[in-house]
């Protein structure tokens, strides 16, 4: 019997973690029976007038036959001035629920993608269509530190209760870490105990964690032809840099690396290569113009990723929590794990001890001086045979996040009831 996979997510060309968790499920999805596997997305224009970080539109990596990337075109005209587009992401889901082809739907970033499915599934069914469909709802960073966080700082309880009831009306719900787990937990009860609901207990009884699915084949057993080409191209040598690679944003920790970089003596050694694009970016590009130690690589490509990771001396990504932000798992920093290379920088701030393990080199969030002293033991002090079994472990840490691994545990059938005797 034909199955279908629906996943309604910010898909490519966004550069976020969760675009790819979309893309590496999907391409599982291929190969464990789904016939027919969609993502249902947002027009390119709209996502470039949101001002979100994008890969080049010409050099996205192609998803496979057989997955269809769907970005319906906005329902209504001027008048209404929002909705129109979740409005068309809706009427679309409805379409496909329609065919009554076995579908599972899962949706990423609760606000607004759980709200696309659950009106979509209740239309369905109101209609008489009666969809045979399987709802599963993953709560990612956003979710937690923009939105429900948002909700309680501003005691705007009632968007906080929707929110909750949407998320909970699911017949599966996710969290991608077991900090954000907790996250969820705490804020349920905070809303509990202002609103008289009873989120919390469904939370903690509900609600399980489904880590990032990474392709991890993509990052392993890399050339090193392959690297040495690509890091020429770039101006860099092996082992000749520091390396940030992410969201340029104050709270990836991009102006404490910075500022660590500028005082460390290692400097003399290797140069730090930026690489990523976001709010940051040209305010940095301003305060180091005059730092040729510094290089910004703002269009790296998805086939380039690992061997910029394989080749550098460190991957510095000293995160650190703002109100909007706070990093629920780091998948940038697994997959460096799996690339190889020189050990990684990073902090604990929220999910990222269960991304590195006791693999990492971690430092305190913000604080430059101990950023700083970490570049230098890398480089100055840390021998061959040290960053090798650092690499090693780290590798084998990152294996547990395989997408195959990650898609089975995910859509692993329900425990049959326990038959009750005597």
Excluded at 75 to 95: F, I, Q, S
């Amino acid at each position: 019997m034909s199955k279908r996979l629906v996943i309604v997510v910010r898909a490519d060309p966004v550069i976020c973690g969760h675009s790819g968790e979309a893309r590496n499920l999907a391409e599982v999805a291929l190969t464990r029976g789904f016939s027919d596997v969609r993502l249902l997305t947002w027009p390119i224009p709209v996502l470039q007038a949101a001002g979100l970080p994008l890969k080049p539109l010409d050099r996205i990596m192609p998803y496979s036959a057989g997955i269809t990337v769907e970005r319906p075109d906005p329902v209504g005209d001027y008048r209404v001035p929002d909705g129109r587009y979740l409005a068309g992401l809706t009427g679309r889901l409805v379409e496909l629920l329609a065919e009554r082809i076995p579908t599972t739907c899962l949706s990423m970033y609760l606000a607004p993608h759980d709200a696309v499915v659950r009106d979509a599934v209740d239309a369905a069914r109101a209609a008489g269509y009666a969809p045979d469909v399987h709802t599963i709802a993953k709560a990612v960073g956003s979710d937690v530190t923009n939105v429900i966080r948002s909700c309680l700082r501003e005691r705007r309880f009632g968007a906080a209760v929707a929110l909750f009831t949407r998320f909970l009306t699911n017949d599966q719900v996710i969290a991608v870490s077991e900090y954000t787990r907790q996250e969820i937990v705490a804020a349920a009860e905070a809303v509990d105990a202002e609103c008289g609901t009873r989120f919390a207990d469904q939370c903690v009884r509900r609600l399980s964690v489904s880590y990032p699915p990474i392709d991890t084949a993509a990052y392993v057993d890399l050339a090193p032809a392959a690297v040495d080409a690509a890091l020429r191209r770039r101006g860099l040598e092996r082992d000749g840099y520091v390396l940030f690679l992410s969201r340029v944003t104050p709270a990836k920790g991009v102006y404490d690396i910075v500022n660590a970089f500028a005082r460390c003596r290692a400097r003399s050694r290797v140069k730090l290569a930026i690489a990523g694009t976001g709010p940051a970016l040209a305010d940095l590009r301003a305060l180091t113009r005059h730092d040729d130690r510094v290089v910004f690589l703002p269009d790296v490509e998805d086939e380039e990723k690992p061997l910029l990771m394989n080749g550098c001396a460190a991957y510095a990504l000293p995160t650190k929590p703002e109100p909007d932000f706070v990093e629920t798992f780091g998948i940038a920093l697994t997959e460096k794990m799996l690339a190889g290379g020189g050990p990684v920088i990073t902090t604990t701030t929220g999910g990222v001890g269960e991304a590195v393990g006791d693999t990492a080199i971690i430092v305190a969030a913000g604080d430059v001086a101990d950023i700083a002293a970490a570049i230098d033991r890398v480089v100055l002090s840390m021998s061959p045979e040290e960053r090798q079994l650092m690499a090693d472990r780290a590798r084998a840490h990152a294996m547990a996040f395989d997408r195959v691994r990650v898609f089975d545990d995910l859509f692993a059938p329900a425990d049959p009831p326990v038959a009750l005797t005597g």
